[in-house]
């Protein structure tokens, strides 16, 4: 993944300043511009804040379920926050440069959770005791480390042999 503004080579790069280039031959450089502490800092403490609303809303919807014609009940909060910390930690992994930022958002999500999962007071707890709230407790921590330990797609691809022809031509 590129990061930074594209710049046109060559005589389409003057053609291109007030109108659409449909020449296929220009060619495209993307310059790499290196981003400001200010903009790292604000990426970390978006992604902290926003795994700390996901932590606090799906412990909230987690319990939720409706019956299906009386044979089961479908947890669709269950379904809605797991998949939703999903793809908030996806989204962070593949939009921010490095993983700071959704390890940031994972530690909002398990911390909030660790916070909202303990008595409060009077008693009353908000994650009980069931199968659903178990797999609320261990789910995102799992989700959390698969998607974090997952290595970054779109970096440089393998070498190549020196050779131009194929390795299968010489057998046929």
């Given at each position: ?8 080579n060559g005589e389409a790069g003057h053609a291109l300043r007030g109108s659409a280039c ?65 793809l908030l930690l996806v989204g962070l992994r593949l939009v921010l440069p490095s993983r ?45 480390l698969v998607v974090l330990a997952w290595p970054r797609l779109g970096g440089k691809a ?15």
């Open positions: 993944m590129q990061v930074g503004s594209a710049r046109l449909m020449d296929p031959a220009a060619k495209v450089v993307f310059v790499k511009e290196k981003e400001s502490t200010a903009t790292r800092v604000a990426g970390w403490i978006v992604g902290l804040a926003l795994g700390i609303v996901f932590g606090i809303l799906g412990t909230v919807v987690s319990q939720s379920s409706v019956s299906i014609l009386g044979f089961f009940d479908l947890p669709y909060g269950l379904i809605i926050a797991l998949s939703s910390v999903t700071i930022g959704a390890i940031l958002a994972a530690v909002g999500i398990v911390g909030a959770l660790g916070i909202l999962s303990q008595p409060s007071d009077g008693g009353s707890v908000l994650v009980p005791a069931n199968i659903l709230g178990y797999v609320w407790i261990l789910a995102p921590s799992i989700i959390a393998a070498p190549h042999a020196a050779s131009d022809e194929p390795a299968n031509e010489a057998q046929g």
